[in-house]
T-cell receptor, first 118, second 112 residues
Framework: GAGVSQSPRYKVAKRGQDVALRCDPI?????LFWYQQALGQGPEFLTY????????KSGLPSDRFFAERPEGSVSTLKIQRTQQEDSAVYLC????????????????FGEGSRLTVL | RKEVEQDPGPFNVPEGATVAFNCTYS??????FFWYRQDCRKEPKLLMS???SGNEDGRFTAQLNRASQYISLLIRDSKLSDSATYLC?????????????FGAGTRLAVHP
């Protein structure tokens, strides 16, 4: 497809369940980000990949959160033992270049995966 | 204190009005600045970059004030379709690379 694709679009999980969220970035995009957006808030950084290398995972809120991008394209964000505070929209974004360069700021976002933990 | 702060609004303005938002940032070493637009239940999309000299794109003007550490977005002749949340993005150096930090957004509602 032409844009960033995320699945599932909506996920309802019972507290304690594990979930996996998928991101299919724009083909050829080197950089991939995951953000968490709570209702009424801006996107909060979770983690960053440059190709298959996870260069920054400082935003992951706990060790229940894990992300991977094994072949440098599709990425999966996994949340183990979900809690109610994990309810949010999880946004994936990609960028062609190594976005960590001055003046590089255009990220292409997917529509997000809305997670509700009951 | 958050690294990037915005007035959440909402700003309720009539069509045709001029409206301005500010965004302050705390890291004086921040290098690049952007405005993104996010429609309700949609993903953020880049609206415009913010240059030191200021820049204009149609009805939209972005300004940067490094001394006071804020950026602004001015919208002239507001349209109903401008109703959205406007996110300020600051790119800051963080231990080896630049990180994009989003503000919480300012909500604009344009009414007839």
């Amino acid at each position: 497809g032409a844009g960033v694709s995320q699945s599932p679009r909506y996920k309802v999980a019972k507290r304690g369940q594990d979930v996996a969220l998928r991101c299919d970035p724009i083909s050829g995009h080197v950089s991939l980000f995951w953000y968490q957006q709570a209702l009424g808030q801006g996107p909060e950084f979770l983690t960053y990949f440059q190709n298959e290398a996870q260069l920054d995972k400082s935003g992951l809120p706990s060790d229940r959160f894990f992300a991977e991008r094994p072949e440098g394209s599709v990425s999966t964000l996994k949340i183990q033992r979900t809690q109610q505070e994990d309810s949010a929209v999880y946004l994936c974004a990609s960028s062609f270049g190594q976005v960590y360069r001055v003046n590089a700021g255009e990220l292409f976002f997917g529509e997000g995966s809305r997670l509700t933990v009951l | 204190r958050k690294e990037v702060e915005q007035d959440p609004g909402p700003f309720n303005v009539p069509e045709g009005a001029t409206v301005a938002f500010n965004c302050t940032y705390s890291n004086s070493a921040s290098q690049s600045f952007f405005w993104y637009r996010q429609d309700c239940r949609k993903e953020p999309k880049l609206l415009m970059s913010v240059y030191s000299s200021g820049n204009e794109d149609g009805r939209f003007t972005a300004q940067l004030n490094r001394a006071s550490q804020y950026i602004s977005l001015l919208i002239r002749d507001s349209k109903l379709s401008d109703s959205a949340t406007y996110l300020c993005v600051v790119v800051s150096w963080d231990g080896g690379y630049n990180k994009l930090i989003f503000g919480a957004g300012t909500r604009l509602a344009v009414h007839p």
